[in-house]
């Protein structure tokens, strides 16, 4: 018959039995994964010098040096690219102060780029823009292929 205390006893030696299995069970499988395998042919062909591959040459300490060199305790620094020109900024078209249309000319008061303003005509040209057309509040320039229209800023504190 099988008593309490037989029972107590038998679960006792199960337990510890059960851990210590657990505790070597990385140790075998460690163990078993560093045995060579069977089938290794350790055999020298007659032909080694030719069938080996060519061996690297070590790398020199020299390679090394900024490994050991490097202070741990500092962030790394990144590489430093060449200093760029800043992009050349595209250039402001001249602004409309006034324009003058009458029946037999027509002049528009316009300022450049340097802030100096101009009492210009037709086919006259400031900063390189052409004047090409005035209507009355607005001035049509040209650069190059490229054709736009130049409206004077409303008065402020005047709705329309």
């Known amino acids: 018959m099988v008593t309490a ?9 199960l337990t ?10 990385p140790y ?8 060579p395998p069977l089938s290794v042919d350790a055999s020298v062909p007659a032909n080694a010098a030719v069938a080996m591959p060519a061996v ?3 790398h020199d300490l020299a390679w090394y040096a900024p490994l050991w060199e490097r202070d741990l305790k500092q962030p790394p ?4 690219e060449e200093a760029k020109p800043a992009p050349a900024r595209a250039r402001s078209a001249p602004s409309v102060l006034a324009t003058f ?22 086919d006259d040209s400031l900063d390189g823009y052409r004047l090409v057309a005035i209507e009355p509040g607005r001035v049509q320039l040209e650069r190059g292929h490229e054709r736009f ?7 402020r504190g005047v709705e329309p």
Do not use: N
Request: with cysteine.
């Open 5 to 13: 205390r037989k029972l107590r006893h038998l679960s006792r030696l």
């Open 16 to 25: 510890g039995t059960a851990v210590a299995c657990l505790a070597v069970t």
């Open 28 to 35: 075998l499988f460690w163990r078993v994964s560093r045995v």
């Open 56 to 58: 690297p040459d070590a």
């Open 77 to 80: 620094v990144p590489v430093v």
């Open 101 to 122: 249309v009458h029946s037999d000319a027509s002049y528009a008061h316009l300022i450049g780029q340097a802030g100096k303003a101009e009492l210009l005509v037709v």
């Open 149 to 155: 229209w130049i409206e004077m800023p409303k008065p």
